[in-house]
């Protein structure tokens, strides 16, 4: 699958990604009411865009990205990439939907080049394949010396840099990545962020970045989303446009303003 597919692909519209109406409850242990985390959520993301969704803790950002990965059901409403739900289809997103999670999530057992293996595993790709594939990545971030590494013997930022090669090693069409660097010092987010960037646009990935910095949103989205909370949408931002009309600050007060109002608002 991987290997047949074409760069043409990636612009080809098949890849488009529309949120409509989308609703989630949830059962919670600790209340008797039902939690909405969803609320009718409607947007849509074109293909080979980077698009990064902000929002409070706690508004329902990781749900939908989990929902958008086919890894849980809406409740009401529903979300197709191209002509298709991943949650319904989820065997057909294999490998083309890869995700970086704000945890880093590697196998401690397993070196770096055998954690970027995993997903290449996963395909069937051979073993020699999968091999040239992990060491390719891991060299592009940067981490050559360190193939045969545990985990455990790793950084926080060199954890993440093989989480990403991980993702980028499937050649993934599309990639969503839950607060991945958010956790990280600023001077090695900032340079993942730079790094992330770099090898998703070349690609031509389409990009869902869930994030509660703005600056991060500001400095790496072509189109922001901001959520209310329960997650719907208040306010959805053209960066490049806006920051032809304003500074990076006011579009960050903007967004923040958006954000305390709860209401949608226009720029
Ligand atoms: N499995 C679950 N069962 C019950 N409630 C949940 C579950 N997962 C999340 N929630 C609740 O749903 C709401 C949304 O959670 P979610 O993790 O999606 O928020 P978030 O926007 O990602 O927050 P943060 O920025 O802190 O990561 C929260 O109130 C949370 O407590
Ligand atoms: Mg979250």
């Given at each position: 699958m991987i290997a047949s597919?074409?760069?043409?692909?990636?612009?080809?519209?098949?890849f488009n990604i529309r949120v409509n109406q989308l609703r989630k409850v949830l059962r919670t242990s600790h209340g008797t009411e039902p939690l909405v985390?969803?609320?009718r959520l409607t947007f849509s993301v074109m293909a080979g865009e980077i698009a990064c969704i902000v929002g409070r803790t706690g508004c329902g950002k990781s749900t939908f990205l989990n929902i958008l990965a086919g890894l849980d059901h809406p409740t009401e409403g529903e979300i197709t990439i191209g002509e298709n739900t991943p949650y319904n289809a989820f065997d057909l997103f294999k490998g083309a939907v890869a995700v970086i999670f704000q945890?880093?999530?590697?196998?401690?057992?397993?070196t770096a080049r055998e954690n970027v293996e995993l997903g290449l595993e996963i395909l069937g790709i051979s073993p020699g394949q999968r091999r040239e594939t992990a060491e390719e990545w891991l060299t592009r971030l940067e981490l050559s010396g360190f193939?045969?590494?545990?985990?455990?013997?790793?950084?926080g930022g060199m954890r993440q840099r093989v989480a990403m090669a991980r993702a980028f090693a499937l050649d993934p069409q599309l990639l969503l990545v839950d607060e991945?660097?958010?956790?990280?010092d600023e001077v090695t987010a900032r340079q993942l962020r730079v790094d992330f960037l770099k090898h998703a646009s070349r690609r031509g990935t389409t990009v869902v970045m869930v994030t509660h910095q703005l600056e991060e949103a500001i400095e790496t989205a072509e189109k922001i989303f901001v959520f209310g909370k329960p997650a719907r949408l208040l306010a959805e931002i053209d960066t490049p446009a806006a920051l032809s009309r304003m500074s990076k600050e006011e579009l960050r007060t903007f967004i923040q303003e958006t954000i305390d109002s709860n209401q949608p608002r226009q720029l």
């Open positions: 597919r074409q760069e043409g692909d990636r612009s080809s519209g098949q985390a969803i609320d945890q880093d999530r590697l196998l401690p057992w397993r193939l045969n590494a545990y985990p455990g013997e790793l950084s991945a660097f958010g956790h990280l």
